[in-house]
């Protein structure tokens, strides 16, 4: 390993390894898209997808060996030990970098289905990343704004319809999606402009995982509450962990019972929606305080400042 190296070598050597990894799968994948693209069997792009998944899962697998090529780092992981290949699920955590979706597609590769993210349907149409999500079959959905509604009612519910047939295909094929609830990565600013009630989490938005429970919530086997803590790590976790300074990375993984989200009630009884909401909120308190006990534990803050807020 070559941790003894000063940070700025490290960076160095960090941003030009993930970079030329990066480019080499994301090329293989893309390419593998105008492949799907023009195969007329449904067969077939199923076949070519797993390929898809399979140069995905190498893609975290070098950023691992990267990862150990340069960092000391210690991975302290819990709750893998039930986790399935080929089961559904629906993932919600905490978002603290841009490194988090390299952390946890790394950890969670050889336990569950690849990662996939729900996506903006206009992304679909930017090169390279509209072609290989699409290869990788992430979801694209649609999302009339409020104005549009307001302007043409009979849209209301299309959203949902288009999303529920664009995930038709994840009933034959096992599938994980994360939500990354606070809609936002966590920042002391953004952290005191909300004036949130917790120590280390922005406030959760119950509408983006509703949206997805609605659209195939009868397709999960469970939800993963996943929690990620760099006890080390200052603003940035992303520049720490490429300069060198971050020395361990917390995970821990929770099974819950998925959630019944009924739609029609849900976007039209305001009840209902508070309901789902208190659920979420009271999810996101012990995870603030989970977050809290797993400092205390690596040293990164006190056991006295149990009750106080940043």
């Given at each position: ?15 030009l ?5 990066t480019?080499i ?15 007329p069997f449904t067969?077939g792009?199923n076949?070519?997808t797993?390929?898809?998944?399979r140069?995905?899962w190498?893609w975290?697998?070098?950023n691992?060996?990267?990862l150990?090529l ?11 030990d ?17 490194f988090d ?19 903006k349907?206009e992304l ?11 290869a ?38 096992p599938?994980?999606?994360i ?6 990565r966590f ?12 120590r ?9 995982i509703?949206?997805t ?14 929690t ?12 720490d962990v ?16 998925v959630p019944e ?11 209902c929606?508070v309901?789902?909401q208190?659920w979420l ?14 400092m205390?534990?690596h040293?990164?803050?006190e ?5 106080t807020k940043?």
């Amino acid at each position: 390993m070559l941790n003894f190296l000063p940070g700025s070598v490290l960076y160095f050597m960090s941003s030009l390894l993930l970079i030329i990894n990066t480019t080499i799968w994301a090329g293989l994948i893309s390419l593998g898209g105008i492949v799907k693209l023009l195969l007329p069997f449904t067969a077939g792009r199923n076949f070519l997808t797993k390929i898809m998944n399979r140069f995905m899962w190498a893609w975290a697998t070098c950023n691992g060996g990267i990862l150990y090529l340069l960092a000391d780092i210690e991975w302290d992981i819990e709750g893998l030990d039930n986790l399935e290949k080929d089961a559904w699920y629906l993932l919600i955590s905490n978002h603290l970098s841009g490194f988090d979706i390299a952390a946890q597609t790394y950890v969670l590769r050889n336990h569950i289905p690849m990662l996939k993210f729900f996506l903006k349907r206009e992304l679909m149409y930017m090169p390279f990343l509209g072609l290989g999500c699409w290869a990788l079959d992430m979801p694209f959905m649609s999302r009339t704004s409020p104005a549009k509604l307001k302007k043409n009612p009979k849209l209301k519910g299309k959203d949902l319809i288009s999303t529920r047939r664009a995930c038709e295909k994840f009933k034959t094929m096992p599938t994980s999606i994360i939500n990354y609830v606070e809609g936002s990565r966590f920042t002391k600013e953004k952290h005191r402009r909300q004036d949130s009630p917790y120590r280390y989490l922005l406030r959760p938005k119950a509408g983006g995982i509703a949206f997805t429970l609605s659209a195939m919530g009868e397709q999960f086997t469970n939800l993963l509450n996943v929690t990620l803590v760099y006890p080390e790590a200052k603003d940035d976790p992303l520049s720490d962990v490429m300069h060198g300074k971050i020395k361990k990375i917390v995970i821990r993984v929770q099974v819950l019972p998925v959630p019944e989200v009924d739609n029609q009630r849900y976007f039209s009884e305001p009840q209902c929606r508070v309901e789902f909401q208190r659920w979420l909120n009271q999810i996101w308190e012990e995870k603030d305080e989970q977050i809290h006990q797993l400092m205390i534990k690596h040293g990164a803050v006190e056991a006295d400042e149990i009750n106080t807020k940043p």
